[in-house]
């Protein structure tokens, strides 16, 4: 499968900590993305991160990337409860232009 | 305007009605996408129109259709379902299909096949 697996597949933390999720993938990339799922809900575009490209930021999010490794990570500083919900992980398939392959996702759930 | 909208939001249908799913963006996109996602699994890409013609059909069942009457619209035509089929049923689009643009997803529409 192209699909990237993604660890941990939960998470649980106190508000005010980091969370990490971490993400590894099989093929040649151009990017990876990340989106955030609240329940039953779209996705929402969190970054993107190009192949050339090893560590990027957005606001409270930090993003790494290792194309020799085929991975990647995602750094969330100072959470929130309102982070609570579903991380994913997506490469592009080269040569295959607008496809992505998504990971199995990471269940962030954040306490008050 | 940077929303992607999905019509219905819930959708219940035997197995041998006919019904559609409607998706529209105002971004100017020329990119769009039908994703299936069944309960606590990632979006499966399912189809993918670029400039008003599909170039990904990810060997999905002839009992999907999928069409994009314009550049701001996709329908999904749905016919002799399965209940296998039930999911969140997600829509997205981008910039162009060219090349790996972050993707705009509506909210869904939860189909449930009796």
């Known amino acids: 499968s192209q699909q990237g697996e993604e660890d941990p597949q939960a998470l649980s933390i106190q508000e005010g900590e980091n969370a990490t999720m971490n993400c590894s993938y099989k093929t040649s990339i151009n990017n990876l993305q990340w989106y955030r799922q609240n329940s039953g809900r779209g996705l929402v575009h969190l970054i993107l991160i190009r192949s050339n490209e090893r560590e990027k930021h957005s606001g409270r999010l930090r993003v790494t990337l290792d194309t020799s490794k085929k991975s990647s990570s995602l750094l969330i500083t100072a959470s929130r409860a309102a982070d609570t919900a579903s991380y994913f992980c997506a490469t592009d398939v080269y040569n295959q232009g607008g496809k992505l392959i998504f990971g199995q996702g990471t269940e962030l759930s954040v306490k008050p | 305007d940077t929303e992607v909208t999905q019509t219905p939001k819930h959708l219940v249908m035997g197995m041998t009605n006919k019904k559609s799913l409607k998706c529209e963006q105002h971004?100017?996109?020329?990119?769009m996408y039908w994703y299936k996602q069944k309960a606590k699994k990632p979006p499966e890409l399912m189809f993918v129109?670029?400039?008003?013609?599909?170039?990904i059909n990810e060997s999905v069942p002839s009992r999907f259709s999928p069409e994009c009457p314009n550049s701001s619209l996709l329908n999904l035509h749905l016919h002799a379902l399965q209940p296998e089929d039930s999911a969140l049923y997600l829509c997205?689009?981008?910039?162009?299909?060219?090349?790996?643009?972050?993707?705009?997803f509506g909210p869904g529409t939860r189909l449930t096949v009796t």
């Open positions: 971004m100017g996109h020329r990119a």
């Open positions: 997205a689009s981008s910039q162009t299909g060219a090349l790996s643009y972050e993707q705009y």
């Open positions: 129109y670029s400039y008003e013609k599909l170039s």
